[in-house]
């Protein structure tokens, strides 16, 4: 008996400080955006007014909106078509015996750690018209028709925002999938080699089918980065050249912080959540496929 | 996992890779030097003067201005935003692994009622983004006194790590022996001490783990300081170099705003070296078993 309440004390102890901090500041703010997305609240008064789902209808009304959302689905789709390829032959060739393997590996995830506001001012550094290391190479190259103001023209400046964001992210779905194709036991590839099957074939029917689930996370990661992409873009070109970068978050940013529209700006936010997840679900349903046990 | 296991295991007989080798290497090769080269570039640009940088591009300059780094440092405050950034950093981990592991060690150990939904709330918290509840948190800051101070940043910086935390620890408490525990409860220790003078000793590992992750969460977070944070002698890292950028309007010390930004990547390098292991297993692991 005493023992039992002396455990319980113990429990409600050890778990007090972080339900306490988690309730608080995190699970209540979650909840609360649902609530406020309802309201017209604008600046910090307490006149907050509820006006129904008025606000989506807004949002459902708003160029801008919509042109960040454009923005967030190439961002989605060029890194897919870029990451997943590049990242499967990185990691297919490092999970075989190549010289170096190690270091390479080091070498690619490097960016990864690197704080994201670092990486922006270091490439809009190399993008920039003058001393950028980009028109420079061109230059080198002699392809000096092709220099431009990257982050200043609105034809170039988001692919140039992808191509930052893909350069750091990388390595981290390469090791992402090398752990996946280092976990297949060995003796599948010899099998497959004594069958007689090509490199490309022990890829395409052993490799492949043996990490899909991690290729599937790997998609699912994807998404969650590129729709909830912020601080790159905001310190690269703050959604500029007019509005040529714009992206969900950086308007919602842009709303709720610098025009102190509160409840469109929650709106917002649920409205990239609720994305986000339907997204996801869609993708996993679509790339749902017997898993194969070994 | 040991190095051998990374790398395939070299008992077992795989042919080695060959894929007509000489274009593989030097795909390789290309995207290695992708991946460094802007780095160099920012290695030769920090040691040079406004107009060096302008009309040199490629080569390292001959005339090394390690100037650069004190101006950096002292007139466009990198150093205030250097020291207030290991204050946040090591004050938010401190608090992020006592409370986290805490929570984590009764998660684990203890079996009580509602211990599953509780665990499925910490953990689940990592589905949600952050810009979900940015202005609830925003507005519920500024009712409590809580934007443009520490106390604020802390807070929210303990609370939004914790689901991570909680996940890697709970994870790591599950694998310890709860032997020692019983044992150290017989002879008489309270559930505390056991904890503190036991368990923790034990679970210095899982610690490091967490700890090297959410070095990189905090010391490079941005959107939540930007939030919280207004005034300049408060600003963490990221706050300050993004606001050297992005208000260059004025004339601007190209020299030293480049070796600013190498100050802001050192450490981060010197932690990846350290622990490179350990990242790149931690990185995937969470995900792996997930």
């Known amino acids: 008996m005493k023992r039992s309440t002396n455990t319980k004390l113990t429990v409600v102890g050890f778990l007090a400080p972080a339900g306490l901090l988690y309730g608080i500041f995190f699970v209540l703010p979650m909840a609360q955006a649902f609530y406020y997305s309802l309201f017209r609240w604008r600046g910090l008064s307490q006149n907050k007014e ?160 043996l990490v899909w689930e991690i290729l599937r996370l790997g998609v699912v990661y994807i998404i969650i980065q590129t729709m909830n992409v912020f601080g790159l873009v905001w310190v690269m070109t703050e959604g500029g050249p007019s509005n040529h970068t714009e992206t969900m978050l950086t308007y919602l940013y842009r709303k709720a912080f610098a025009e102190s529209q509160y409840g469109y700006g929650t709106a917002l936010g649920v409205v990239v959540f609720l994305l986000v997840l339907t997204i996801t679900m869609l993708i996993t349903r679509i790339m749902k496929r017997e898993v194969v046990e070994y | 996992m040991s190095e051998q296991k990374i790398m395939g295991n070299p008992k077992t007989k795989t042919k080695p890779f060959s894929w007509s080798s000489v274009p593989v290497h030097a795909i390789l090769v290309v995207y290695a030097v992708i991946v460094i080269y802007p780095m160099v570039w920012l290695l030769s640009n920090c040691l040079k003067n406004s107009t060096e940088v302008f009309t040199n591009p490629w080569m390292p300059t001959l005339t090394p201005h390690w100037d650069n780094f004190p101006r950096a440092w002292n007139q466009i405050s990198i150093g205030t935003c250097f020291v207030n950034s290991v204050f946040v950093t090591a004050v938010t981990m401190f608090f992020i692994l006592l409370i986290g592991s805490m929570a984590a060690y009764a998660l684990a150990r203890f079996v009580f009622k509602g211990r599953e939904v509780l665990q499925t709330t910490f953990i689940g918290g990592m589905m949600f983004p952050v810009f979900l509840g940015i202005v609830p948190l925003f507005l519920m800051l500024a009712k409590l006194n809580l934007l443009d101070n520490y106390v604020g940043l802390i807070t929210v910086y303990v609370a939004y790590s914790l689901p991570f935390t909680i996940f890697v620890l709970t994870g790591f408490f599950r694998t310890l022996p709860h032997e020692l525990a019983e044992a150290g409860m017989i002879d008489g220790c309270s559930q505390f001490t056991v904890f503190w003078r036991i368990m923790m000793p034990i679970a210095k590992p899982g610690l490091i783990a967490a700890g090297i992750f959410n070095f990189f969460g905090i010391w490079n977070e941005y959107p939540l300081a930007l939030v919280i944070i207004n005034r300049k002698e408060l600003y963490t890292l990221p706050l300050g170099i993004a606001s050297l950028v992005m208000q260059q309007q004025y004339e601007t010390d190209w020299g030293a705003l480049f070796a600013s930004l190498v100050i802001v990547m050192i450490p981060s390098l010197i932690v990846y070296l350290f622990f490179q292991r350990q990242i790149t297993e931690g990185l995937t692991a969470g995900a792996l078993k997930g």
């Open chain 1, 50 to 209: 509820f006006i129904g789902l008025q606000n989506f209808r807004d949002l459902a009304n708003d160029g801008i909106f919509w042109m960040a959302m454009k923005h967030n689905l190439t961002f989605m789709v060029a890194s897919m078509l870029v990451i997943i390829p590049l990242a499967l032959f990185f990691a297919y060739v490092l999970s075989r015996k190549v010289p170096g393997a190690s270091g390479y590996r080091a070498v690619f995830l490097f960016p990864n750690v690197i704080s994201i506001v670092a990486v922006a001012v270091l490439w809009s550094f190399a993008y920039n018209m003058r001393f950028g290391l980009i028109n420079a190479f061109l230059k080198l190259v002699g392809l000096e028709r092709y220099t431009a103001g990257w982050l200043g023209d609105p034809h170039t400046a988001l692919p140039a925002v992808i191509a930052t964001s893909i350069w750091y992210c990388l390595g981290f779905y390469i090791v992402l999938f090398l752990a996946g194709i280092q976990s297949i036991p060995t003796s599948f590839y010899e099998a497959a080699s004594l069958d007689g099957a090509t490199q490309w074939q022990s890829f395409r029917h052993v490799t492949i089918p």
